[in-house]
């Protein structure tokens, strides 16, 4: 009877034993999978946004005003506007030339200006520059905190700008956290914006 149960015992070790390894397997298999899906999904994400600049630069700006020249006494420019606009062009600048700490700074002024201010649009910017910063800085937490507030802001505001972008550089956070179910969530409302816009 002990020799029966023992061979029991030893049957069932051995069963959960190759239930664990089959398990185990078929959880690596899944994240080379998860791994092979995300490395397309950021391709196809890096190739929607180069595509999306080249066709959205600033589509509808208007360079002059309808019904003429405005005088320039008319002209009313609060210095603080100009300071943020500033701001966030230097921002832009120094991320371009691979110094993310200087815009950090410049888009941290830029976005207490705009709050000040009152203005959702660069309020926005700023957030996005600064989750760029942080971004390419490695700070991949901190970052989705400001690529969040450009889509809470929107969501205040009722204007959907910087949305799409916001996603992306969200889902690309969570990825390089290793967070894939995290960032496959925001990988799929980014494709659906892209698809809707």
Same mark, same amino acid.
């Given at each position: 009877m002990l020799s029966r149960m023992g061979h029991y015992m030893s049957a069932k070790l051995q069963n959960k034993a190759l239930r664990a390894t089959v398990g185990g397997l078929l959880a690596r298999q899944r994240r080379g999978e998860l791994q092979r899906l995300n490395e397309q999904l950021r391709q196809i994400n890096a190739a929607l946004r180069r595509q999306a600049k080249i066709e959205s630069y600033a589509p509808s /700006?208007?360079?002059?005003?309808?019904?003429?020249?405005? =005088? @320039?006494? @008319?002209?009313?420019?609060?210095?603080?506007?100009? @300071? $943020?606009?500033?701001? /966030?062009?230097?921002?832009? &600048? +120094?991320?371009? &030339?691979?110094? !993310? @700490?200087? =815009?950090?700074?410049? +888009?941290?002024? =830029? $976005?207490? /200006? #705009?709050?000040? /201010?009152?203005? !959702?649009?660069?309020?926005?910017? =700023? #957030?996005r520059g600064l989750g760029a910063s942080l971004q390419r800085q490695g700070k991949y937490r901190d970052a989705i905190k400001y690529h969040s507030m450009v889509l809470e802001v929107s969501q205040r505001e009722g204007e959907e700008s910087g949305n799409t972008e916001a996603y992306g550089a969200i889902a690309d956070c969570y990825t390089e956290l290793g967070d894939l179910e995290r960032a496959a969530k925001y990988y799929d409302q980014y494709i659906s914006r892209l698809q809707s816009d």
């Open positions: /700006l208007s360079y002059a005003p309808v019904g003429g020249r405005i =005088a @320039e006494d @008319e002209v009313i420019v609060d210095p603080r506007q100009s @300071e $943020l606009i500033s701001r /966030l062009k230097n921002g832009k &600048n +120094f991320l371009r &030339n691979q110094e !993310p @700490e200087k =815009a950090f700074f410049e +888009f941290k002024t =830029a $976005l207490e /200006l #705009a709050q000040n /201010l009152k203005d !959702p649009i660069e309020e926005k910017k =700023a #957030a």
